[in-house]
């Protein structure tokens, strides 16, 4: 399909080691953003793009977190060092423009052992 | 916290019944967002109301906007096994990120 596409679905990693999250958006949506969802809560904003821009990145929990877009596409989520709390699920959606609805993939589920 | 606050956080009914979900926030909105969640997936788009409309429908839902009350509902009509789900509202307080509530889990019993 033409959807929002994550890879891993599932990722586990000792603590201590890098984890890469890997983004497909929607062809031609503008905006793509990350957010963290922890059992039983609701998504958390971690950033923002504006086709290869960083326009936000206010969410993100600590300098080991890192985002990148560079051609305007594929976004990576990067996690450096991961630590325990670093364990949730990892959800990115597109959207044409920020005031549009979100399209989400079905995340990335995170465990640090 | 500009988090949405939603209630109820749990809700059972009978296939047939109507769910009714809300949500309240906490300064002047842009725009406000129902999303459902079915376990294990992604977030599914429902309806986005914006601050100068008062009420939408799309099919079985209907989504009223007060902002005098800084609240928003959600009613499902004519529920069904199929809608069982967490339902969240989002508030997009006019910058570019979305603000999720705690979420509402729906559950319908057949």
């Known amino acids: 399909g033409a959807g929002v596409s994550q890879s891993p679905r599932y990722k586990v990693a000792k603590r201590g080691q890098d984890v890469a999250l890997r983004c497909d958006p929607i062809?031609?949506?503008?905006?793509l953003f990350w957010y963290q969802q922890a059992l039983g809560q609701g998504p958390e904003f971690l950033t923002y793009?504006?086709?290869?821009?960083?326009?936000?990145k206010s969410g993100l929990p600590s300098d080991r977190f890192f985002a990148e877009r560079p051609e305007g596409s594929v976004s990576t989520l990067k996690i450096q060092r991961t630590q325990q709390e670093d364990s949730a699920v990892y959800l990115c959606?597109?959207?044409?423009?920020?005031?549009?609805?979100?399209?989400f993939g079905d995340g990335t589920r995170l465990s640090i052992l | 916290s500009q988090q949405g606050e939603e209630d109820p956080q749990a809700l059972s009914i009978q296939e047939g019944e109507n769910a009714t979900m809300n949500c309240s926030y906490k300064?002047?909105?842009?725009?406000l967002q129902w999303y459902r969640q079915n376990s294990g997936r992604g977030l599914v788009h429902l309806i986005l109301?914006?601050?100068?409309?008062r009420e939408k429908h799309s099919g079985r839902l209907r989504v009223t906007l007060d902002t005098s009350k800084k609240s928003s509902s959600l009613l499902i009509t004519a529920s069904r096994a199929a809608d069982t789900a967490s339902y969240f509202c989002?508030?997009?307080?006019?910058?570019?990120?979305?603000?999720f509530g705690t979420g509402t889990r729906l559950q319908v019993f057949p």
């Open positions: 959606a597109s959207s044409l423009q920020t005031d549009q609805p979100q399209h």
């Open positions: 062809s031609g949506h503008v905006s």
């Open positions: 793009f504006q086709n290869e821009a960083q326009l936000d």
């Open positions: 300064t002047s909105i842009n725009n």
């Open positions: 109301i914006r601050s100068n409309e």
């Open positions: 989002a508030i997009n307080y006019n910058t570019d990120k979305l603000i």
